[in-house]
C-alpha cells in the first residue's frame, strides 16, 4: 500500500496553496474596476492594482471603462421615400458604472450591439433620402440620443455615433448625376444670360456718353483706326469727323 512520505505531503500542500493563491490573487489594471460577488451577492467594486477574494466563495468581473468602438455592420434601409440603401455606421460608447454593467445586463456588449442595429434601422426608416445626404449631422445626433436613452439603464454612455457611407442603388446613383449636370448647366445658362445683359447695358450706357459728347466718338475713331491698322500692318489715312458727317447727310 502506498505510503505519503513528510516531503510529498509537503509538496502537495504546496501545491493546492499556491493553486489556491491563484485564484485568490486578482490584479485589476488601471483602466479597470472589478466587480465582487460573494455567494451571488455584491460586496463592492475593487479599485486598480492588488486585490485579494476568497477562491471558489467571490467572484470577480472586470470592466473596461475604456471608450469602446464598435463598427455596424452595412445594414439594408428603406427610406422614407422608398429607396433601398445599406448604410454603415460606428458607435462610440463607455461603460461609466460597472456596477450596473454586470448586473443589469446579461452581456452589455452584445446587447449594445443590437440596440444600435435596430435603432439604426428605425430612424433611418423615417428619414428621406434627401435627408439622409444633406443633414447627417441631424441623424447622428438623434441615433446617439435614443442609443444613450435604452443603453443609460446599463450603465453605458454613448459618446458619438456616426454614419459612415451610404450606397445607394446604380439607377439612383445614374438619377443624381443626371440631375448634378443638369443643374450645372442650368447655372452656366443663367450666368451666360446674365453676362449678355450686363453687355447689353454698358453698350447701352457707352451709345448714350457718344451721343452727348461728340469728342468721344472721335476719341473712338481713332482708337478704331490704331487697332485696324496694328492688326493689317497697313496705313489708314483717318478722316476729319465733319468730313464723315458730310458724306453721312449726302448718303442720305
Known sequence: ?????QTSIVLI?????????S???????????GVVLRFGKLMRTRNPGFNLIIPVVDRMFKIDLRVVTMVVEP?????????TIKVDAVVYFKVMDPVKAVLQVQDYMKATTQIALTTLRSVLGQSDLDELLFERD?????????????????????????????????????????????????RAKVIHAQGEYMAAETLK????????????LQLRY???????????????IPLPMDILGVLQKSQK
Open 75 to 83: 445594414q439594408a434601409v428603406i427610406t422614407k421615400d422608398n429607396v
Open 222 to 236: 481713332l482708337q478704331t483706326l490704331t487697332e485696324i491698322a496694328g492688326e493689317k500692318n497697313s496705313t489708314v
Open 205 to 216: 450706357d457707352a451709345a448714350h456718353i457718344i451721343s452727348i459728347e461728340p469728342a468721344a
Open 138 to 186: 441631424k441623424i447622428n445626433k438623434k441615433l446617439g440620443e435614443i442609443i444613450d436613452n435604452h443603453t443609460e439603464p446599463w450603465g453605458i454612455m454613448v459618446d458619438v455615433v456616426e454614419v459612415k457611407d451610404v450606397q445607394l442603388p446604380e439607377t439612383m446613383q445614374r438619377a443624381m448625376a443626371r440631375q448634378a449636370e443638369a443643374e450645372r448647366e442650368k
Open 23 to 33: 485564484l485568490a490573487i486578482k490584479i485589476v489594471k488601471q483602466y479597470q474596476r
Open 13 to 21: 500542500a504546496g501545491f493546492w496553496v499556491l493553486v489556491l493563491l
Open 1 to 5: 500500500m502506498f505510503q505519503l512520505t
